[in-house]
């Protein structure tokens, strides 16, 4: 690949240095995510909030959305989400869960299609009732937890405990951090979007794995190293193998956002940020944390039982 000739294999930077920066920058913008959370709230979908979705083309010219939504709003439903996305003859009608079960949302669709059926083509439907919503709810909480506790096992039995705890910490970051995202950017939150937050901590969760087994191969073969000297090591010696990677993913996810079409964009812009985090909390929360976390040299180890105190490079 034309890509490897310029990526740098002998790298010697010292990313120890950048951990008094990167663990308050962290902080403060997890801190950040989690009030954007609780004060603007997330955009959920129809999977999650239940209702009716159709989205609708129009069979000449533009659509009217301030006239689809007064007569939509007319209907007796509620006030109905209008939004043009795509092209401007697209656009979606969004009605809240209507009491009365799947019965009271199928009338829900009747009635738009005795409205709009004349001038507008009808290009997707979905009804979710409020026990599918919620039952998605769940299922998509649990799988999450589920993956974050299967890392914890594995890593555990994988590496020492430090390493497991150091995974755990960085999975978390980039879950808070992909959160604020969905906050602030407030593109629909759905079951596309679970998929797209199960696929970015497997994406972070790969690439610490590869610069924890690094460490550990360094803590073996340079006995005399201290903690951050061989952290240091073990991240350049795995930053070409990061850079590649990366760049293959992020001109993938790019193709999709740009012609993936409307219902992939929010999948696509999810990952394009999943992929910066991801491999920012590799580097700079998952490999220096395992210093905190008590993970020593032998150096430092030897030292330390001989009652003196090993100095960090700094």
């Known amino acids: 690949m ?10 010697k930077f010292h990313f120890m240095r950048l951990r008094r920066v990167a663990f308050p920058f962290s902080a403060a913008l997890s801190v950040l995510s989690v009030l954007l959370f609780f004060a ?4 959920f979908g129809i999977d999650f909030k239940g209702g009716t979705l159709v989205e609708m083309q129009s069979r000449a010219g533009a659509a009217d959305i301030a006239d689809i939504r007064a007569r939509s709003g007319a209907l007796g439903f509620g006030d109905a989400e209008v939004q043009q996305f795509g092209t401007p003859q697209d ?3 969004r009605i809240a869960l209507q009491e009365g079960g799947e019965q009271a ?5 009747n009635r738009l299609r005795e409205t709009f059926a004349d001038q507008y083509e009808f290009r997707r439907i979905e009804v979710v009732g409020p026990r599918v919503s919620g039952e998605l709810v769940q299922s998509g909480t649990l799988g ?11 890593l555990w039995f994988r590496f020492e405990w430090q390493f497991a705890l150091g995974a755990v910490v960085a999975t978390l970051h980039d879950l808070v951090l992909t959160m604020g995202f969905f906050a602030l950017s407030q593109i629909e939150f759905n ?16 690439d610490t794995v590869v610069v924890y087994d690094r460490i550990r191969e360094v803590m073996r073969k340079y006995k005399r ?9 073990s991240v350049n010696a795995t930053l070409s193998r990061t850079i590649l990677t990366g760049v293959s ?14 219902v992939i964009k929010g999948f696509a812009y999810a990952m394009l940020f999943g992929l910066v985090v991801g491999t920012y909390s590799s580097v700079f929360i998952a490999a220096p944390i395992l210093a905190y976390l008590g993970l020593k040299s032998s150096e430092a180890a030897s030292a330390r039982a001989d009652g003196k105190v090993a100095q960090p490079a700094e």
């Open 2 to 11: 034309w890509l490897v000739q310029y990526i740098p294999t002998e790298t």
């Open 40 to 43: 603007w709230g997330m955009n």
């Open 105 to 109: 949302q199928q009338g829900v669709v």
């Open 225 to 233: 190293l201290t903690t951050f000297e061989l952290i240091d090591l």
């Open 91 to 93: 656009v979606s009608v």
């Open 144 to 154: 999450v937890i589920l993956a974050i506790l299967g890392v914890l096992v594995y």
């Open 191 to 206: 079951m596309t979007s679970i998929a797209a937050i199960l696929t970015i901590l497997g994406y972070s969760i790969n």
């Open 249 to 262: 993913v992020f001109l993938v996810l790019i193709a999709l956002a740009i012609f993936g079409g409307e």
